[in-house]
């Protein structure tokens, strides 16, 4: 059975940091990719970043350059390190998980994703 964990959130000044952690169990990441989601007030749940089974990292242009996502495979956990903080990065941020079948295809559609964590709140003041 696999769970997501989300935990690291937070309220946090803008211009400051943020580190989110992921920790999943029931799957590996030799098998699996996970992505970042967030979900603002009012607004559709959007792509914020993923890693393919092959560990490369993609982004969504509006965190590109200030959120980095890494993964501990030993610990089975992700972390998605968020600086440069902005009011507009104001939302809950989930973890979603699914089986990778192409070892260099970045899963960015929420859609192609099976597992989700239940979310963290992030909240940048000014």
């Known amino acids: 059975q696999v769970q997501l964990v989300e935990s690291g959130g937070g309220l946090v000044q803008a211009g400051g940091s943020l580190r989110l952690s992921c920790a999943a169990s029931?799957?590996?990441?030799?098998?699996?990719?996970v992505g970042w989601f967030r979900q603002a007030p009012g607004k559709e749940r959007e792509f914020v970043g993923t890693?393919?089974?092959?560990?490369?990292?993609y982004y969504a242009n509006s965190v590109k350059g200030r959120f980095t996502i890494t993964r501990d495979n030993a610990g089975n956990t992700v972390y998605l390190r968020m600086e440069s903080l902005k009011r507009e990065d104001t939302a809950v941020y989930f973890c979603?998980?699914?089986?990778?079948?192409?070892?260099?295809?970045?899963?960015?559609?929420?859609?192609?994703?099976?597992?989700w964590g239940l979310g963290t709140q992030v909240t940048v003041s000014l």
């Open positions: 979603a998980a699914r089986r990778s079948y192409s070892p260099d295809y970045y899963y960015t559609y929420e859609s192609e994703y099976l597992y």
């Open positions: 029931g799957l590996t990441f030799d098998s699996h990719v």
């Open positions: 890693f393919n089974s092959q560990g490369s990292t």
